[in-house]
């Protein structure tokens, strides 16, 4: 209710009560007056801004206006030739306060973290005095509305929270201010906002200004301007609006100095009225950015979007001269237009901006920037890419940079403060984590915390030294401000924090002293400098007493004085030292004394001098002696007395002792009385700091080599926190399998550290040359450098010696490069040299050197020797730095030589290439930096331009990678690295991140893709947030269905997946070319082939179900011939009977017998499409069942009850019929029909293979489905389904590969089939009979097939380039097409998605984004717009409402209402009357859809096998059906039965309800792969507090709190990953296993790794269980049992007593591999489980040499009962309450004594595929039975604690069986084969 007074607006000026003066303040000329033009009281302030004139609110800085609306109105008008200032000071959600400029002084944007600068120019004209832009003279009445929330989002990342205070300076007349929380549109009123169905809200009278009647706000369209004054205006006398300015981006413009014709700098902010300002640089090129007017937010889903226009055709329609549209027109007009006012200039072209906020025009004859031609090219494209930011500063690795002195304790002692150069680092000693605080541009000097762990103080170095103050608990910074001395090199708070001093020189050299009070930053206030004075004497150190705030020492250069700060002024008073006055003292610090405290004080002599503060007197004096002295025989004790004496650079005191840090490298510890050395501790080098805890328990030290560490006093340990260069990092290196980075320094060392803990682990120093590069070996534990000598050198890191050392070069090692596959190495150096080394084995040898090869002069970068990732290319710089040359890796073959500097013509100079770089895989791209900003994507193979990113950089960028999906592109520019969205065409999104005080040297991704490292002045770390996708969701590479055959076919789809995805970029394969005019088809039928047959499936199918394919295609005469056309253009027709040209069908006469064979005209395969519209059948290697049944019977053991999850990798598979209820969707080779309100589902089985489609008939009453081929078939199968009873009334089946789309016509009396892309055929069915009609070859592959809903002899397709429309001629089904090529205009994109709309309109979606509209009966497209940014691959339509979803998972409403009347516009109809109504974003990319009538309800599903109920009228979605998209690794059960849970390679683990099989809970982990599952069990302390332990592929082991729906815990106790997964039987332990073979035992309470089991090294760990021993001891004595499997068959059972910390091995068994097994086959790990019903007994399979489960007893130590399998077994589980077993079956070998198959014969062991077939053993009865219903092997079946239900999965879908009858509860007997 704070904030309900606020609403709907505030008049500031009311709420200040401004003319009273009281609650705000005026300074100078200010005076109210009345505007002639406004009829009211305006104030006018007069005056120059450095004049001081200004109005205030509030009064004082203190103090804040709390106003949160969203949005500032400013009601002003400029003085006419004068420049104004408008300041605004923006507190964030966390204190931060942002100041706000906007002026028409500034000249160009600019900003800092706290501060922003707008240049803001009102006005048609402006005048130049001396260069500088002055106010125009025809200044107008102007509203500004700035959107607050917006302006900090996007510029400084930060959540508004309140308007602070707002300063209106200098020359201007105000009316008011106003805040709200509401989009005001000055140019409605209510009546016409409501007409035009737009959600916005009129300007409230106070706020309007006048408008004359018969006036509007805006110029007609046909008005037209120039930049001279305005002679005619249709704009109201003294009125202008400007809205949302704030959203302009500051790089638009960005200025060259190379050429000075490109646009300036922008971020000017022009405000026109009625035309706009332009600004011009000094080169002439004219510009012109016209703020919009009023779009409403783009995140509100409920407001109509404009939508920006495409440039379709050249014409754009134009209002005639004179006419003067309405205000309700003339607003539909802006809304539609969405460039804000239109303003025309003579012959000037407006193209939407990135955001839709600025149109930029270009006026004739200027010209524009590549950044502006490339937006105008690509005007849609997003210059920001999503989330923002994209990386976080995870840890740096460095300590120091302008002095190695600061490094503070808080006040827990927990934690350690000290800066990294520019970064604060707050470094937890106990667990390493690091929080960072940037902001600083330049190195940090000084740092200061308060008694009170509230304020943290931090000073940079240069420029004129910038204080932060920061809220030490939050990390947010309170304050930014400048400090009156020039450089601050030391600052202290009081104990409190209300008071904060520093020291420092001025420009002149003086000392200075300066104290701010501070007790008021934490409450909104700002520092307040109390006092400031300058000094003679020198000040080394500088404290203020922790017993008095008012007093403060110092010591120097022989001086000690005491500082009291009184009435405002700072002064001292000097201590008499006597014979000390000669010392020079470097630090002090107050300690406890017997009579008060003490003052110490050290010296580089070794002095400690102990001063009495009240007496300003020298109460003792001792020097510290070195322990040998100079011609002493033996060593001597530390005592003070005459002599040479230790160097004392730092002391710090606590209650009891004195810590003394010397340049000898010792830090000492004393107590007060000095009697005697308590501690030391030696370092590497001088210590240069210390500090004692607050506790005294610890002592901090640091060292001038840029170590810091600890002392921990009670246990005598010194512990090292941080270890760092001391010179700028020149390079790095990362290393795959250890997880190790390398980097080599100025300071002469190469240093190797672990990425995961950021510890240094090895340092490898060479004092007398200089290492320059270094390189991992991929595969070895060798490191690779190259120095400044020239050598090359290969480290062990094992041994930690020199393997080998090569001289081949005469200048310093300037690159260096091993292959990826580890069996090169490359070198070159200054002199020109190229070196080829062979690595693969130990001793590195020289294969070849080539001179006068690399370039002698090029840029000294880590990126100028780079190689492609498939180790056969092979690109650096050379033989000039104007060249790029690609060789041959093995032979150094030159291949390529491409001239960079013959890229840009236009520059004035050569551009030289700086960095290289390879892009991941196919297509084999070269990304090539140069010296001119820009970066070149060449194609490796032609040396062609694939692409070029211009101004991405300032100035050369030294190093630049891509990350492995190339997905993200990497620079480092100057003190910053920059993040850019690589695969956006035009004007990449771009992130640019700060940290570095120095230039970035190097940059690169960290193995696992999800870190970045930066190296400069330090070793950066950055954590990626957002994830690295491998393609865009639901593209080619996405499916899962090709078979990985290739090793390098992952980074082969993952850059295929990028670059033939929505974002335009090239391709890997070229596209066909299009059909041009003449159309020269070149495709004829070829000769027959046979094919054996229709698919025959099961018995009881019988031989009904067979392709009803008319004998009439055997005969040559009526096959489908596509023929040559001779010559002619015009209309290109297809199938015209008789024709010339075109595709003919010839009918089939009905009444023919149908044949078991089919004969197709022979299709030559084709290139996957470029689109995820095609459905790609996910890659199986199992076989079809032979003999598994599921009847319904009662006498079944199992029943189907319950099918989990969604078939995401389907298209059109899900289809509903609201008027019946009828809802079915598909899973795997299942046809689920499902009641939407009681969740009962119907399996509809039969399907061999996984469903690609499904099709409803309009009346509900049939429904069509369709698999691909299968191995027992070649052809695919299509069912036709009786929708009443659920029964299959034909199986029917012609396409080879996959069908790609059914469809049915509006009388429901025939089917449409589509073959996909390897397929390309169009058959038609007769829905009645189930015949085929007719079959049409087609040219090129077609991705959708729509008939027309009012004509049921009329269809369309959509494929590559073009629409083709079919017509049905004759009773027989003739089809004659005709193809229409997309206009030129829209490119060459792929048409993949259609529907039809009101006659006779046909939309269609393309995989560029764009939806465009064809009048069928013209057959022509007229309009188009861009409606997504990723390939639209569903597109429905119904009255004036269109859906559209893409693969960027948008699912948008369009309101296309008006597109029937513009289709009479022709090509000068426009996209401006098409609105985006709603939009909403869902989980994966959209690949199925279905509505209601009215549209306003539909389900839609996604590729992450998830299925969403659509409600447009709530903006709502809601999950309906929701599965994995990956393989399903585990599932397990809760203890009371109610709950179950899953995990996946997805990374999701997943909580269900068991009643409702509804999904609860979801725990994601980004970018791994779950792979083991445990629930707690019951016995654990709080039964009610339920957990959920999970074990990842990186080795991380994380527990969850199902009832806190939270991660509580994350450990890492495996360097591999995890792979099986048990808690204790008292739930107070968890063991996990690794595929490496280590069993790790750890406590969840503590998170602690407390014992490591090895037994099983070297083998996967494939299963983990553990039980309390209840039935015996089996020879041990403890309480837990538990057994572990490995993948060499060996299995080990263990007793244990965890809480005692016991262990003790009860038995092992192990079984060598079979030896019958031929080629790699191997069987698959053992699985073991303990016998639920017999606690003595073992469940085992796959450990002998035989397919089979054993029963072995560990009391008789054998095996007691075998049963047979015919394959080995690939899951097992046994019911807790009959003896009933469930087995999944792998593929492989049917083992020798099993039961083989009738098709094996001989005595050989039959190699046969996996049987997708669950089956269930009755180990009593011995009977056994299979089921089928899986599309793929089961690898997983658990059975639930309950006995009652049994689950199973096949690759991500599961299946719930329930067991019936007494199997559920005992032993039973069944009918089936006995076992063997």
């Known amino acids: 209710?704070?904030?309900?007074?606020?609403?709907?607006?505030?008049?500031?000026?009311?709420?200040?009560?401004?003319?009273?003066?009281?609650?705000?303040?005026?300074?100078?000329?200010?005076?109210?007056?009345?505007?002639?033009?406004?009829?009211?009281?305006?104030?006018?302030?007069?005056?120059?801004?450095?004049?001081?004139?200004?109005?205030?609110?509030?009064?004082?800085?203190?103090?804040?206006?709390?106003?949160?609306?969203?949005?500032?109105?400013?009601?002003?008008?400029?003085?006419?030739?004068?420049?104004?200032?408008?300041?605004?000071?923006?507190?964030?959600?966390?204190?931060?306060?942002?100041?706000?400029?906007?002026?028409?002084?500034?000249?160009?944007?600019?900003?800092?973290?706290?501060?922003?600068?707008?240049?803001?120019?009102?006005?048609?004209?402006?005048?130049?005095?001396?260069?500088?832009?002055?106010?125009?003279?025809?200044?107008?009445?102007?509203?500004?509305?700035?959107?607050?929330?917006?302006?900090?989002?996007?510029?400084?990342?930060?959540?508004?929270?309140?308007?602070?205070?707002?300063?209106?300076?200098?020359?201007?007349?105000?009316?008011?201010?106003?805040?709200?929380?509401?989009?005001?549109?000055?140019?409605?009123?209510?009546?016409?906002?409501?007409?035009?169905?737009?959600?916005?809200?009129?300007?409230?009278?106070?706020?309007?200004?006048?408008?004359?009647?018969?006036?509007?706000?805006?110029?007609?369209?046909?008005?037209?301007?120039?930049?001279?004054?305005?002679?005619?205006?249709?704009?109201?006398?003294?009125?202008?609006?400007?809205?949302?300015?704030?959203?302009?981006?500051?790089?638009?413009?960005?200025?060259?100095?190379?050429?000075?014709?490109?646009?300036?700098?922008?971020?000017?902010?022009?405000?026109?009225?009625?035309?706009?300002?332009?600004?011009?640089?000094?080169?002439?090129?004219?510009?012109?950015?016209?703020?919009?007017?009023?779009?409403?937010?783009?995140?509100?889903?409920?407001?109509?979007?404009?939508?920006?226009?495409?440039?379709?055709?050249?014409?754009?329609?134009?209002?005639?001269?004179?006419?003067?549209?309405?205000?309700?027109?003339?607003?539909?007009?802006?809304?539609?237009?969405?460039?804000?006012?239109?303003?025309?200039?003579?012959?000037?072209?407006?193209?939407?901006?990135?955001?839709?906020?600025?149109?930029?025009?270009?006026?004739?004859?200027?010209?524009?920037?590549?950044?502006?031609?490339?937006?105008?090219?690509?005007?849609?494209?997003?210059?920001?890419?999503?989330?923002?930011?994209?990386?976080?500063?995870?840890?740096?690795?460095?300590?120091?940079?302008?002095?190695?002195?600061?490094?503070?304790?808080?006040?827990?002692?927990?934690?350690?403060?000290?800066?990294?150069?520019?970064?604060?680092?707050?470094?937890?000693?106990?667990?390493?984590?690091?929080?960072?605080?940037?902001?600083?541009?330049?190195?940090?000097?000084?740092?200061?915390?308060?008694?009170?762990?509230?304020?943290?103080?931090?000073?940079?170095?240069?420029?004129?030294?910038?204080?932060?103050?920061?809220?030490?608990?939050?990390?947010?910074?309170?304050?930014?401000?400048?400090?009156?001395?020039?450089?601050?090199?030391?600052?202290?708070?009081?104990?409190?924090?209300?008071?904060?001093?520093?020291?420092?020189?001025?420009?002149?050299?003086?000392?200075?002293?300066?104290?701010?009070?501070?007790?008021?930053?934490?409450?909104?206030?700002?520092?307040?400098?109390?006092?400031?004075?300058?000094?003679?004497?020198?000040?080394?150190?500088?404290?203020?007493?922790?017993?008095?705030?008012?007093?403060?020492?110092?010591?120097?250069?022989?001086?000690?004085?005491?500082?009291?700060?009184?009435?405002?002024?700072?002064?001292?008073?000097?201590?008499?030292?006597?014979?000390?006055?000669?010392?020079?003292?470097?630090?002090?610090?107050?300690?406890?004394?017997?009579?008060?405290?003490?003052?110490?004080?050290?010296?580089?002599?070794?002095?400690?001098?102990?001063?009495?503060?009240?007496?300003?007197?020298?109460?003792?004096?001792?020097?510290?002696?070195?322990?040998?002295?100079?011609?002493?025989?033996?060593?001597?004790?530390?005592?003070?007395?005459?002599?040479?004496?230790?160097?004392?650079?730092?002391?710090?005191?606590?209650?009891?002792?004195?810590?003394?840090?010397?340049?000898?490298?010792?830090?000492r510890l004393w107590p007060l009385d000095f009697s005697s050395v308590l501690l030391e501790a030696e370092h590497e080098g001088p210590v240069t700091w210390v500090r004692v805890s607050p506790d005294g328990l610890r002592v901090l030290s640091a060292t001038s080599v840029g170590h810091l560490g600890f002392l921990d006093v009670p246990s005598r340990e010194y512990r090292v926190l941080v270890r760092s260069h001391t010179a700028p990092v020149l390079a790095l290196a990362t290393e795959c399998s250890r997880g190790q980075l390398a980097t080599v320094s100025q300071d002469h060392t190469v240093r190797v550290w672990d990425l995961a803990t950021l510890q240094q682990l090895h340092d490898l120093r060479s004092p007398e040359e200089a290492p320059c590069t270094v390189a991992f070996h991929p595969t070895r534990p060798v490191l690779f450098c190259g120095f400044s000598s020239g050598a090359v050198r290969s480290f062990s890191l094992e041994s930690a010696e020199v393997l080998a050392a090569h001289r081949c070069h005469q200048g310093p090692v300037t690159g260096l490069a091993t292959s990826p596959d580890g069996s090169l190495l490359f070198s070159s150096c200054s002199s020109g040299t190229l070196a080829q080394y062979h690595c693969a084995a130990t001793q590195c040898c020289v294969l070849r050197v080539a001179a006068n090869v690399v370039c002698q002069d090029a840029h000294p970068t880590p990126n100028a020797l780079v190689l492609s990732g498939d180790s056969r290319l092979l690109a650096f710089v050379g033989p000039s730095k104007y060249v790029v040359t690609v060789m041959n890796t093995a032979s150094l073959e030159e291949l390529l030589r491409v001239d960079v500097s013959a890229l840009d013509l236009a520059s004035a100079r050569l551009a030289s290439a700086v960095a290289l770089c390879f892009g991941p895989g196919p297509p084999g791209h070269l990304l090539v930096s140069t010296s001119s900003s820009t970066v070149v994507v060449l194609d490796s193979t032609s040396g062609r331009v694939v692409r070029e990113l211009p101004d991405v950089h300032s100035g050369a960028c030294p190093s630049l990678a891509l990350s492995r999906d190339a997905r993200f592109l990497l620079m480092a520019t100057d003190r910053a690295i920059k993040v850019c969205d690589y695969p956006t065409q035009a004007c990449p999104g771009c992130q640019v991140y700060i940290g570095h005080s120095e230039p970035v040297r190097a940059v690169a991704f960290a193995p696992d893709q999800q870190r970045l490292l930066s190296v400069g002045d330090a070793i950066f770390l950055w954590d990626i947030l957002g994830p690295l996708e491998r393609s865009p969701l639901g593209s080619a590479g996405d499916s899962p269905g090709a078979p990985p055959t290739c090793e390098a076919s992952p980074d082969a789809r993952q850059l295929e997946d990028v670059v033939s995805g929505a974002h335009g970029l090239p391709r890997q394969q070229v596209p066909e070319p299009s059909q041009a005019s003449p159309l020269q088809l070149g495709i004829c039928a070829g000769p027959l082939r046979d094919d054996d047959g229709a698919f025959s499936w099961s018995d009881e199918e019988g031989p009904l179900e067979e392709s009803h394919i008319p004998e009439g295609l055997h005969q040559d005469s009526s096959l489908p011939v596509l023929v040559k056309e001779a010559s002619g253009a015009g209309d290109r027709v297809w199938g015209s009977p008789g024709g010339p040209r075109g595709l003919s069908m010839c009918p089939h006469p009905h009444g023919w017998p149908s044949a078991r064979g089919t004969r197709k005209a022979q299709v030559h395969p084709s290139a996957r499409p470029d689109c995820y519209k095609h459905f790609m059948a996910r890659y199986k290697t199992s076989s079809l069942p032979k003999s598994a049944s599921i009847s319904r019977g009662s006498a079944e053991r199992l029943i189907l009850k319950a099918v989990m999850g969604y078939n995401g990798n389907g298209r059109d598979n899900v289809v509903w019929k609201p008027d019946t209820g009828f809802f079915a969707y598909t899973s795997g080779c299942l046809v689920v029909v499902e009641d939407l309100h009681s969740g009962a589902q119907q399996h509809w089985l039969g399907h061999p293979e996984e469903i690609s489609t499904l099709a409803l008939s309009h009346d509900a009453q049939v429904l069509a489905s369709a698999s691909g081929c299968s191995s027992t078939a070649s052809c695919c199968q299509i069912r036709i389904w009786n929708v009443p009873g659920g029964s299959c009334r034909q199986l029917i089946s012609y396409h080879s590969t996959a069908v790609q789309a059914l469809a049915f016509s509006p009388d429901d009396e025939l089917l449409v089939t589509l073959g996909d892309y390897g397929d390309r055929t169009l058959a038609l069915w007769s829905v009645a009979t189930c015949e085929l009609l007719s079959v049409t070859c087609l040219p090129e592959p077609v991705h959708g097939v729509a008939f027309n809903p009012r004509d049921a002899g009329e269809l369309a397709c959509v494929g590559q380039h073009a629409v083709t429309l079919w017509l049905l001629r004759g009773p027989n089904g003739s089809l004659q097409g005709r193809r229409e090529p997309l206009p030129e205009e829209l490119g060459t994109g792929e048409l993949t998605s259609l529907c039809y709309g009101a006659a006779p309109l046909l939309y269609c979606g393309s995989n560029a984004g764009q939806v465009c509209v064809w009048d069928t009966s013209a057959s022509c497209c007229f309009l188009a717009w861009e409606a997504d940014d990723g390939e639209i691959g569903v597109l429905l339509c119904s009255g004036t409402r269109l859906v559209s979803g893409s693969n960027t998972r948008r699912l948008r409403l369009w309101a296309v209402g008006t597109v029937s009347e513009l289709r009479c516009k022709g090509s000068r109809a426009r996209s401006s009357s098409v609105f985006m109504e709603r939009e909403l974003t869902l989980d994966g990319a959209i690949v199925s859809a279905v509505f209601h009538d009215t549209m306003d309800m539909g389900v839609v599903g996604t590729t992450a096998g998830t299925l969403w109920y659509v409600s447009w009228a709530e903006g709502s979605s809601t999950r309906l059906i929701s599965g994995h998209r990956s393989k399903v690794n585990e599932v397990v059960f809760s203890p009371s039965t109610s709950h179950w849970a899953t995990c996946s390679d997805d990374g999701s683990v997943r909580v269900w309800s068991l009643a409702g099989m509804e999904l609860l809970i979801q725990f994601q982990v980004l970018n791994q792969s779950c792979l083991c599952l445990a629930w707690s069990p019951a016995s654990c302390a709080h039964p009610e507090q339920q957990q959920v332990a999970a074990g990842y592929s990186d080795g991380t082991l994380r527990v969850?709190?199902?009832?806190?729906?939270?991660?509580?815990?994350?450990?890492?106790?495996?360097?591999?990953?995890?792979?099986?997964?048990?808690?204790?039987?008292?739930?107070?332990?968890?063991?996990?296993?690794?595929?490496?073979?280590?069993?790790?035992?750890?406590?969840?309470?503590?998170?602690?790794?407390?014992?490591?089991?090895?037994?099983?090294?070297?083998?996967?760990?494939?299963?983990?269980?553990?039980?309390?021993?209840?039935?015996?001891?089996?020879?041990?004595?403890?309480?837990?049992?538990?057994?572990?499997?490995?993948?060499?068959?060996?299995?080990?059972?263990?007793?244990?007593?965890?809480?005692?910390?016991?262990?003790?091995?009860?038995?092992?068994?192990?079984?060598?591999?079979?030896?019958?097994?031929?080629?790699?086959?191997?069987?698959?790990?053992?699985?073991?489980?303990?016998?639920?019903?017999?606690?003595?007994?073992?469940?085992?399979?796959?450990?002998?040499?035989?397919?089979?489960?054993?029963?072995?007893?560990?009391?008789?130590?054998q095996v007691v009962e075998r049963i047979l399998l015919p394959f080995f077994a690939v899951s097992l589980s046994l019911s807790p309450g009959a003896r009933l077993v469930a087995v999944g079956f792998a593929g492989g070998v049917a083992g020798v004594g099993g039961p083989r198959p009738s098709a094996c014969l001989g005595p050989a062991p039959c190699h046969l595929p996996t049987e997708r077939v669950l089956r269930l053993v009755d180990c009593e009865s011995g009977t056994m039975q299979d089921f089928a219903g899986h599309d793929d092997l089961v690898q997983l079946c658990r059975f639930a604690p309950s006995a009652r239900l049994l689950f199973s999965a096949a690759h991500s879908e599961i299946l719930v069986w329930e067991v019936t009858g007494p199997w559920a509860a005992g032993g039973a007997s069944g009918s089936g084969p006995p076992l063997g």
Not at 1600 to 1623: D, G, N, Q, V
Not at 1682 to 1699: E, F, G, K, T, Y
């Open 1 to 667: 209710m704070a904030k309900a007074w606020q609403r709907p607006f505030v008049n500031v000026f009311r709420h200040c009560r401004v003319g009273e003066w009281r609650r705000c303040s005026r300074e100078g000329d200010v005076a109210a007056v009345t505007d002639k033009s406004l009829h009211c009281a305006v104030y006018r302030i007069r005056g120059a801004p450095s004049s001081g004139g200004y109005i205030q609110l509030p009064g004082t800085s203190t103090q804040s206006l709390g106003l949160t609306g969203r949005y500032l109105y400013v009601l002003f008008r400029p003085l006419p030739g004068k420049h104004f200032v408008i300041q605004l000071d923006v507190a964030t959600e966390d204190g931060q306060v942002v100041r706000m400029s906007f002026s028409n002084l500034f000249k160009e944007f600019k900003s800092t973290a706290t501060w922003l600068q707008f240049p803001l120019i009102c006005g048609a004209g402006a005048a130049m005095k001396g260069g500088t832009r002055v106010g125009a003279s025809d200044a107008r009445w102007t509203c500004l509305q700035l959107d607050l929330r917006d302006i900090l989002l996007v510029y400084v990342n930060r959540r508004y929270g309140h308007l602070k205070s707002v300063k209106l300076c200098a020359s201007l007349l105000v009316k008011s201010l106003y805040t709200s929380d509401l989009c005001f549109d000055p140019t409605l009123t209510v009546a016409e906002a409501q007409r035009a169905r737009l959600r916005v809200t009129p300007v409230p009278r106070e706020m309007a200004f006048p408008v004359p009647k018969g006036e509007s706000w805006f110029p007609s369209d046909s008005s037209e301007a120039s930049p001279g004054p305005v002679q005619e205006s249709c704009f109201p006398p003294e009125a202008d609006f400007l809205g949302r300015v704030p959203q302009l981006l500051p790089h638009l413009g960005a200025s060259s100095s190379a050429a000075q014709d490109r646009a300036p700098s922008a971020g000017s902010i022009a405000v026109s009225a009625p035309v706009p300002l332009h600004t011009a640089p000094k080169g002439g090129g004219l510009r012109v950015l016209t703020a919009p007017v009023l779009l409403q937010p783009c995140q509100a889903p409920s407001v109509p979007r404009p939508l920006p226009e495409v440039s379709l055709f050249c014409e754009r329609s134009e209002v005639p001269t004179g006419s003067k549209p309405s205000a309700s027109a003339h607003a539909r007009h802006k809304y539609a237009a969405g460039n804000g006012v239109d303003v025309s200039t003579p012959k000037s072209t407006v193209v939407p901006a990135v955001r839709g906020d600025v149109a930029v025009h270009k006026p004739f004859g200027g010209k524009q920037s590549k950044q502006v031609a490339a937006l105008a090219e690509h005007p849609f494209r997003q210059r920001s890419f999503l989330p923002d930011p994209i990386l976080r500063l995870k840890g740096v690795v460095g300590f120091g940079g302008h002095s190695t002195k600061w490094a503070l304790w808080t006040k827990d002692g927990s934690a350690v403060v000290y800066p990294c150069h520019a970064v604060v680092v707050i470094l937890r000693t106990d667990t390493q984590e690091q929080r960072c605080l940037l902001g600083h541009t330049d190195k940090v000097s000084a740092l200061a915390l308060d008694g009170d762990d509230v304020l943290l103080a931090s000073a940079q170095a240069r420029p004129s030294s910038m204080l932060r103050l920061w809220d030490f608990g939050t990390g947010a910074c309170l304050s930014l401000f400048r400090s009156p001395a020039h450089m601050l090199c030391s600052l202290s708070f009081s104990r409190g924090g209300a008071l904060l001093c520093g020291v420092g020189k001025d420009r002149q050299g003086r000392t200075v002293v300066v104290a701010w009070g501070t007790a008021q930053v934490g409450r909104g206030g700002e520092p307040v400098l109390l006092a400031k004075t300058h000094t003679g004497f020198d000040i080394q150190a500088f404290e203020v007493a922790f017993f008095d705030e008012t007093r403060m020492a110092s010591c120097g250069q022989g001086s000690v004085r005491l500082w009291r700060l009184r009435g405002g002024q700072l002064r001292s008073c000097p201590v008499d030292l006597g014979e000390h006055r000669v010392l020079e003292l470097t630090d002090l610090a107050f300690g406890p004394a017997q009579d008060g405290h003490m003052l110490y004080v050290c010296s580089r002599s070794g002095h400690i001098l102990e001063i009495d503060h009240q007496h300003m007197a020298v109460r003792h004096a001792r020097r510290l002696l070195p322990v040998w002295m100079p011609g002493s025989p033996v060593s001597q004790k530390q005592t003070f007395g005459s002599g040479p004496g230790i160097s004392i650079s730092s002391l710090s005191t606590s209650q009891t002792t004195c810590a003394v840090g010397s340049e000898d490298g010792y830090l």
């Open 1600 to 1757: 969850f709190s199902i009832s806190r729906i939270a991660m509580e815990l994350k450990m890492h106790p495996h360097w591999a990953a995890l792979t099986a997964i048990a808690y204790s039987a008292d739930g107070q332990t968890i063991l996990s296993g690794d595929k490496d073979g280590f069993v790790a035992v750890s406590r969840p309470r503590t998170g602690m790794t407390f014992r490591v089991l090895s037994d099983h090294r070297g083998a996967l760990i494939s299963t983990v269980q553990s039980r309390s021993k209840e039935h015996g001891d089996f020879g041990a004595q403890w309480a837990d049992l538990w057994l572990a499997a490995s993948s060499d068959q060996r299995i080990s059972v263990w007793a244990a007593d965890w809480p005692q910390g016991h262990c003790e091995l009860v038995d092992w068994l192990s079984s060598p591999s079979p030896t019958l097994m031929e080629g790699p086959s191997h069987p698959p790990s053992p699985l073991v489980a303990f016998c639920p019903w017999d606690g003595a007994l073992l469940a085992c399979a796959g450990l002998s040499v035989r397919p089979e489960v054993v029963f072995y007893s560990l009391r008789q130590k």
